[in-house]
Each structure stands twice: as structure tokens, then as C-alpha cells.
């Protein structure tokens, strides 16, 4: 099967996730996509069921006007900045999706991983949705099936800040100790560390990647699907009705 593949931002997190459901609704099943997001700035996308108040430290994000934005996909919260994570989205039909899950994630971040080792990274592929290595854990994915069709979506981490991570991300406390830092590096790990590469460079290795398996055309975003896009984040994604509904 071959793939349009875009690169679409920098935009802010609410229109990436805009773009994501809109993408997903205008999909041609005859024509799957990759895309690669670019962020403006620091945000923490929530997963679809997940509680606000008892994921977020509220204040701290506020404080630092930093985004939070509710997925349309499951999963965990995490924290994203600009230039230290990697982000691509698949839009596919559902006819090429395993109907076992474990089976899903692990076919659709194949290349992923395969891409990395090509970097010499030892990732592997982690059930039922991470992508980890020796020392923690690189990344992870989520997915939406709606009818015909399939969104799955995975962040890796190129070298965010664990500290600031974990001031966004309600923990228990407002203070983070150096113990609970050291303890979160201990479980999360970074490409970053494990290459001499910049995250540009590892993005056009995964690129290369995706193309070896599957091949692609490079498209644009057109103006239709970002105008939609954007719309979207202003009447949803960027609302405390949709974001803070849980």
C-alpha cells in the first residue's frame, strides 16, 4: 500500500488535533496518509477519557500558559514540547488494520522501530502500544477506529524535559524532588541520548523508513482541510467544554 505522506506546522496543539479529526473524516480509504507534526509550543495532550482535574496540575499550566488539549484517541497524558519529541499520525482504511489490537500497534509502528534500529537505537516493540528500549520507554501510540477507517498516532521522545514534565503533570505534590525526577528518567528515556543525530535528522531517517516499507508521495495540506482544521480548534479543541469534560 502506498501512502501520502505530509509534514504540516508548526501549529499550535489544538489544530494538530483538529487536524487530526478532520483529516480522519475527509479520508480517501483508497489513499492513506502519514503526517508529521510540528508544534509552536509546550502542551500536554490528555487522553480522550481521562480526568482533567486528577491528570493536570492546573495551576502550573496555567501559570506557564502552557496548552492542554483532550485527544480523540485513549491513552495517557503526556508532555510535548517543540524540536524534543517526534509526532506522526497514520490515516488509513480499516481493512489494513489487525482487528487484534496488541496485533495493530505492533504492525503500524513496525517501521518505527525499525527505522530506529537502523539508527542503532535497540528499540523494540512493547505491549500493548509502547516503543522502548533497554533503559524506558521511547514512546508510545493510540489509536481511533470509526467505521471504515483508522487514525493511530504516536509521540516519541527526542529529549523533553523530565522536570518540566513532571510539574505539568499532577503528581501528588507541587515540588519535584530530584529523587522523583531521577526515579521518572529511570522509566522514560530519550533518542536524543542515544544518537549523535538532531531530531530533524532522526525524523528524515524515519521518514526514509516509512518510504522503505510502504512507499509514499509527498503532498501538501491544502487550505480547505486547515481553514476546517482550524475552525474546529477554536469551537472545540480549544475549549474547557471539551477539554475540561471530564
Excluded at 489544530?15 to 502542551?43: C, S
Excluded at 512493547?126 to 467505521?147: F, T
Excluded at 522509566?187 to 538532531?198: C, F
Amino acid at each position: 500500500m502506498k501512502f501520502e505522506m505530509m509534514d504540516t506546522g508548526p501549529y499550535l496543539e489544538s489544530v494538530h488535533h483538529a487536524l487530526d479529526e478532520v483529516i480522519l473524516q475527509e479520508l480517501d480509504t483508497e489513499k492513506p496518509v502519514i503526517r508529521f507534526w510540528y508544534r509552536k509550543k509546550p502542551a500536554v495532550p490528555l487522553g480522550r477519557f481521562q480526568s482533567f482535574t486528577d491528570e493536570v496540575n492546573q495551576r502550573y499550566v496555567e501559570s506557564k500558559k502552557i496548552d492542554v488539549v483532550r485527544r480523540i484517541t485513549g491513552g495517557g497524558a503526556m508532555y510535548v514540547e517543540p524540536g524534543k519529541v517526534i509526532t506522526y499520525s497514520l490515516y488509513l482504511p480499516r481493512s489494513f488494520v489487525p482487528d487484534d489490537f496488541e496485533e495493530s500497534y505492533r504492525k503500524l509502528d513496525s517501521w518505527a522501530v525499525e527505522g530506529l534500529r537502523d539508527m542503532g537505537i535497540d528499540a523494540r516493540h512493547e505491549p500493548l502500544n509502547d516503543i522502548v528500549c533497554e533503559e524506558g520507554k521511547l514512546g508510545g501510540s493510540a489509536q481511533l477506529r470509526k467505521r471504515d477507517r483508522v487514525l493511530h498516532h504516536a509521540t516519541l521522545n527526542y529529549n523533553i524535559s523530565i522536570e518540566e514534565m513532571l510539574k505539568c503533570l499532577r503528581i501528588g505534590k507541587d515540588k519535584i524532588s530530584d529523587k522523583a525526577i531521577k526515579s521518572a528518567e529511570k522509566r522514560v528515556s530519550a533518542i536524543g541520548e542515544k544518537t549523535d543525530l538532531s531530531v530533524k535528522e532522526v525524523i528524515d531517517q524515519l521518514k526514509k523508513a516509512f518510504g522503505n516499507n510502504y512507499g509514499v508521495e509527498r503532498i501538501s495540506l491544502n487550505d480547505h482541510t486547515l481553514e476546517k482544521a482550524e475552525e474546529l480548534a477554536k469551537y472545540k479543541f480549544s475549549s474547557d467544554e471539551w477539554n475540561k469534560k471530564l
